[in-house]
């Protein structure tokens, strides 16, 4: 539990207050019933604005009974109080993923050499020159028809010189960078394969291109990811200074990029490592043009018809990689409705759970999964280990050729090893043979979730009253530092009345509870 104190004005400025000497007892605060108005300001101003009051503001309370409602209206409308409603859902969210490889190793180029300051791709050194070595601390030579000239040593090990070249993540600098890591052309003179895709990682026939936009260092691949969660941030600050239903952020289309994210998109998601955001679940060529170096320049762009909010963001579907993480938190901090045993557990019988590879069947786990499946399901379109879009057209439900890969008939392709059903480890699996994964093992009257998308959870919650409800309980778990008692639900159905009524703009969820006796009672 939080306690409320006031700090009176001369501590506000940092002044030092000593206790009289006596009885510590006489020093205490004496206990009150609720908040009285310079607590209440402070209160206020910490939970909307993330700062304490200053010190005009303390004095205009002078002569007043009570802090102004045009100043709770004021602060409701700040951009400090959008930017406190995205902090508070960073914890529904757990926005961090730093952790997660976007970026195929293969394509990390960094200093190696850093006594000749010569950057090279560590990871390929050996495919490219036959040695974990990088190039030689000269210029790079050709030969007449333009081919490199390489220096070879008895071991089998070659080396060529460099080209100075000016990185896209800093322009205003030159590198020494190996001439074969330098390489620009747009298809390997190898192969004839796009320089700018994984099948190439380790081609010597091609390179990082043009400022080395199709590989990537640590730091770039840390704004990369910084600027997926700030999307989301982004996309909650809107909904609440436009005053838009709060069930927007779960359905609607709004997204926001910046440079790393218009770079990112446009050159390095196609050099992915084990998360793919592939096919992409953007319109790359509607992009806005945005240098990569540009981390503060931001524009709104509108998604495809596929999405649904944050619930299909980048952020949202790399943090949480499988569909039933995903399903799992969605229930659990938006509906509040965690997927748990019950109390005393759930008996396991494993010879019979063995015999049951369907997980809504199986003795003791369909407990939780008769409903975390199909609300699975919802994500059934969206790559797991990843956040690439499975459209219809290029993804049907069933693909012959997977089935018939799966079965032994031939080598299964990427396509069918990575989205559909390939192999069948028990009878009752055969017959989902070649179907998408999303599929698998659904009811007949659950398979339309695939294509329904996250939004028809949404609506669902809607119209049951758990994600109104869900959403009260926890802006007042924010607001309040604890969960509502069981004797506050006749107040908590008020506050979610109330809410509905206003549209579910969620300001006015907030207002509804700072300004009640329940939020001014010390606590």
């Known amino acids: 539990m939080r306690t409320r104190w006031f700090i009176a004005p001369a501590l506000a400025l940092g002044l030092a207050w000593v206790a009289p000497r006596g009885d510590a007892q006489d020093a205490c605060r004496p206990e009150i019933a609720e908040m009285d108005k310079y607590s209440y300001l402070r209160a206020l101003s910490l939970d909307l604005r993330g700062v304490v009051p200053t010190m005009e503001e303390y004095e205009s309370l002078e002569g007043v009974d009570d802090v102004p409602e045009a100043l709770i209206n004021e602060w409701l409308a700040s951009d400090e109080h959008a930017a406190r409603v995205a902090r508070h859902h960073r914890t529904q969210l757990w926005p961090n993923i730093t952790n997660v490889r976007i970026i195929h190793f293969q394509r990390n180029i960094s200093e190696r050499d850093r006594d000749a300051d010569l950057w090279w791709r560590d990871g390929v050194s050996s495919q490219l020159r036959g040695g974990r070595v990088g ?19 008895p071991d089998g090990v070659r080396r060529e010189g460099y080209e100075m070249v000016r990185p896209y993540w800093d322009p205003s600098v030159e590198l020494k960078v190996c001439a074969l890591d330098a390489q620009t052309q747009e298809l390997s003179t190898m192969t004839g394969r796009p320089c700018s895709s994984r099948e190439t990682n380790a081609d010597a026939g ?19 990811t910084r600027a997926m969660a700030d999307d989301v941030e982004r996309r909650i600050m809107a909904n609440v200074q436009n005053g838009e239903p709060y069930q927007e952020l779960f359905t609607g289309r709004r997204a926001f990029v910046n440079g790393p994210l218009s770079f990112f998109w446009k050159n390095l998601a196609y050099v992915y490592d084990r998360v793919p955001l592939v096919p992409e679940a953007v319109d790359v060529d509607l992009l806005p043009e945005i240098e990569f170096t540009a981390e503060d320049e931001w524009q709104e762009i509108e998604l495809p018809a596929s999405h649904s909010g944050i619930l299909t963001s980048p952020l949202f579907l790399l943090r949480f990689q499988t569909n039933r993480a995903r399903a799992s938190r969605f229930f659990d901090r938006f509906l509040c409705r965690p997927f748990q045993p019950p109390p005393g557990g759930i008996p396991l019988d494993d010879e019979v759970a063995a015999l049951q590879p369907d997980v809504q069947q199986r003795p003791g786990c369909n407990y939780c999964h008769a409903i975390l499946e199909p609300a699975a399901a919802h994500w059934g379109r969206w790559t797991q280990q990843g956040g690439g879009f499975l459209s219809t057209d290029l993804f049907p439900a069933f693909d012959p050729s997977c089935a018939d890969c799966g079965r032994g008939a031939e080598a299964c392709s990427e396509t069918c ?43 669902e919650g809607l119209v049951d009253g758990s994600l109104t409800s869900c959403t009260s309980v926890r802006a007042v778990e924010w607001l309040l530092a604890r969960e509502p008692s069981p004797q506050e639900a006749d107040w908590m159905d008020s506050i979610t009345t109330r809410f509905v009524g206003t549209g579910l703009a969620y300001p006015e969820l907030v207002r509804s509870i700072v300004t009640s006796d329940t939020y001014r009672r010390v606590r």
């Open 135 to 153: 190039c030689l601390d000269e210029p790079a030579s050709y030969d007449g028809d333009g081919n490199l000239i390489f220096q070879e040593t």
């Open 206 to 224: 091609c390179g990082c291109g043009p400022n080395l936009r199709w590989c990537s260092t640590s730091a770039v691949v840390n704004r990369v």
């Open 417 to 459: 090893s990575l989205h559909y059903i390939t192999r069948a480890v028990s009878p009752e699996e055969e017959e989902y043979l070649g179907m998408l994964r999303g599929f698998q093992f659904l009811r007949r009257e659950h398979e339309g979730f695939v294509d329904d998308g996250p939004s028809r959870l949404v609506r």
